[in-house]
């Protein structure tokens, strides 16, 4: 059973710092693509970014390049999202998923999402 597991969030100042993780099993996690999803309240799923399987590349919405970094570690089964310079725009649950496939190109396509972890950016 793939599982799915996100933490880290929490209620932060504009301008601050989180440090999303993700801890995944039952599954080859080496073998997948990782991506971040987000839903903000009243709004559709909005793809975030993703990470290949080596970690070694890696794509990112518009609105996060720059401030946003997505890193794996293929040993421990871990997906991370370092976010900086956080905006209220941010708000929203972010959501760890699996992508059976790494798109250079854009959004990655996902198939199995964790709970989500909800992230506030307020003053």
């Known amino acids: 059973e793939v599982q799915l597991v996100e933490s880290g969030g929490g209620l932060v100042q504009p301008g601050g710092s989180l440090r999303l993780s993700c801890a995944a099993s039952g599954f080859t996690f080496n073998k997948y693509a990782m991506s971040w999803v987000r839903q903000a309240p009243g709004k559709g799923r909005e793809w975030v970014s993703t990470?290949?399987?080596?970690?070694?590349?890696?794509t990112y919405t518009d609105s996060a390049k720059g401030r946003f970094t997505i890193s794996r570690d293929n040993a421990k089964n871990t997906v991370y999202l370092q976010m900086n310079r956080l905006k209220p725009e941010d708000t929203a649950v972010y959501h760890c998923a699996r992508s059976p496939y790494w798109v250079a190109t854009g959004p990655s396509p996902t198939d199995y999402w964790g709970q989500g972890t909800q992230v506030t950016v307020s003053s």
């Open positions: 990470i290949n399987t080596s970690g070694g590349s890696a």
